[in-house]
């Protein structure tokens, strides 16, 4: 696990603060949080609005700026920028500019403020239970503490809302699909199980065209990928498709 990452897990509780609670923190645009990073998340979001600030498909973005793996905990594709160099720079910093500053990642734009979902203990359910956004203040170590913001102010600069319902419906999808991959992890050979991942990972995060509304093909995406999931869970259990 990348480092910061680390950091955040063991210290999630003393990290959290409120929508409305203060935080003192001024960005400089010094580039020093675009180095030394491994963690540069992607969501099926941040894909699409990158590639599409670059006159790129969602595909061609991923091929030249990212790079996919299986989440430990997830075990779904969790696609990141790919960091380059002895520094490990964002691959989209250039001249100690991000090039697609108006449109950049959730976890940049957010910085130094993260969020996550509180899991309920019985994730059998925890696709339909209501899921709550939780927020924390990272310690940066860039910037200065000259400016005050709240969560809510600072997320909204950044035309963000704390109770993000892109965000919400893409971690109820990956409880969906950790219940369901879980099981097929036991049943499928590896190289089914590969197939599985190859295809949730180009319908959740790369089936979109650019030109059109994101919402409504997120919406699709999704349904399909669960169709997908449910699939596979039949032919693992020897259920014969429907011939109707």
């Known amino acids: 696990m990348d480092e910061r990452l680390k950091y ?10 409120g ?3 203060p935080f003192h923190f001024r960005c400089k645009e010094c580039g020093k949080c675009c180095i030394h990073r491994e963690d540069i998340l992607l969501s099926p979001y941040d894909l699409f609005r990158a590639a599409r600030e670059l006159g790129m498909t969602t595909v061609e973005f991923y ?5 996919g793996y299986i989440g430990q905990d997830s075990r779904l594709t969790i696609i990141r920028l790919m960091p380059q160099g002895s520094v490990r720079r964002c691959p989209l910093l250039k001249n100690h500019h991000c090039m697609i500053h108006k449109v950049k990642p959730a976890v940049c734009a957010m910085f130094p403020v993260g969020r996550g979902v509180a899991i ?20 940066p170590a860039c910037g200065d503490r000259s400016e005050t913001h709240t969560v809510r102010e600072w997320l909204a600069s950044f035309g963000m809302d704390v109770e993000d319902p892109i965000f919400l419906q893409w971690q109820r999808f990956i409880l969906f699909a950790h219940n369901k991959i879980v099981k097929l ?51 693992a259990q020897g259920v014969q498709p429907d011939a109707g």
């Open 120 to 139: 309920p203990k019985d994730k059998t359910s925890a696709e339909n239970a209501e899921l709550q956004i939780q927020y924390i203040l990272q310690p």
């Open 8 to 17: 955040i897990a063991e210290n999630y509780e003393q990290m959290k603060i």
């Open 63 to 67: 091929k030249q700026y990212c790079e």
């Open 185 to 235: 992890e036991k049943q499928l050979e590896p190289t089914e199980m590969n197939h599985c991942w190859n295809l949730l990972a180009y319908c959740a995060y790369m089936n979109y065209e650019t030109g059109k509304e994101f919402s409504p093909q997120f919406e699709e995406n999704l349904a399909t990928a669960r169709k997908l999931l449910e699939a596979y869970e039949r032919a």
């Open 19 to 21: 929508p409305d609670d």
